[in-house]
Nanobody, 124 residues
Framework: QVQLVESGGGLVQAGGSLRLSCVAS????????MGWFRQAPGKEREFVAA????????YYADSVKGRFTISRDNAKNTLALQMNSLKPEDTAVYYC?????????????????WGQGTQVTVSS
């Protein structure tokens, strides 16, 4: 049974920073891809960032490139998302996700495992 548990969300002013964490348990993700998605009220879930667990190669949505950094800690089976220069439009529920296989994809339907989500609110 795979479990993904996020933490680190909260309320922050525009221009501030937050760090999200996701602890994975139940299996190793050495050959897999993990990522972050977000969903704002009334909008579809959208890709934020992903990382190939073994190689550490990272991928970002254009909207967060240069502001967000995805990383992983192999020893702790933990995924992180460092978010800097936050904007009100970054407000959403952020989800940690994992998929079998090594191909990176921005489609949420390609990810088999999901966390419960953590709320990020950026005030103007």
């Amino acid at each position: 049974q795979v479990q993904l548990v996020e933490s680190g969300g909260g309320l922050v002013q525009a221009g501030g920073s937050l760090r999200l964490s996701c602890v994975a348990s139940g299996r190793t993700f050495f050959d897999n891809v993990m990522g972050w998605f977000r969903q704002a009220p009334g909008k579809e879930r959208e890709f934020v960032a992903a990382i190939r667990w073994s190689a550490g190669t990272t991928y970002y949505a254009d909207s967060v490139k240069g502001r967000f950094t995805i990383s992983r800690d192999n020893a702790k089976n933990t995924l992180a998302l460092q978010m800097n220069s936050l904007k009100p439009e970054d407000t959403a529920v952020y989800y940690c996700a994992a998929r079998r296989g090594s191909g990176v994809t921005p489609r949420s339907s390609d990810y088999q495992y999901w966390g419960q989500g953590t709320q990020v609110t950026v005030s103007s």
